[in-house]
């Protein structure tokens, strides 16, 4: 009988989820949208806007216009990877700057 144990390999990923709310005080319109597909590209976690039950990617300027996010209405910007704090921070402070 043997008892040699199995070498494993584990390999140690640092993942983060993060979230944040935002008012909107502008319509979400193709300026803002653009800015946020554009920032959304530069990073490498997964990112979500959602509003009214819908979900989009962000790095889609169509997707974002057709979220229908009026000044006023509440977006919440999720993150899924390795830098989703800063692209949350990121895109956060573009929703709550759009003019």
């Known amino acids: 009988m043997s ?3 199995d070498p494993t390999t584990t390999i140690a990923t640092t993942t983060s989820k993060h979230e944040t709310a ?5 319509n979400l319109h193709a300026r803002p949208a653009g800015q946020l597909a554009r920032a959304a590209a530069t990073f490498t976690s997964t990112i979500r806007l959602e ?15 057709g979220l229908g996010a009026t000044a006023g209405s509440t977006v919440t910007v999720r993150a899924e990877g390795h ?9 956060a402070q573009i929703l709550a700057t759009a003019e």
């Open 3 to 5: 008892t040699s144990s």
């Open 22 to 26: 935002v008012v909107l005080p502008a």
């Open 51 to 65: 509003h009214a039950d819908r979900t989009v990617n962000p790095t889609g300027v169509l997707a974002v216009m």
């Open 83 to 91: 830098d989703a704090e800063q692209a949350v921070a990121a895109l």
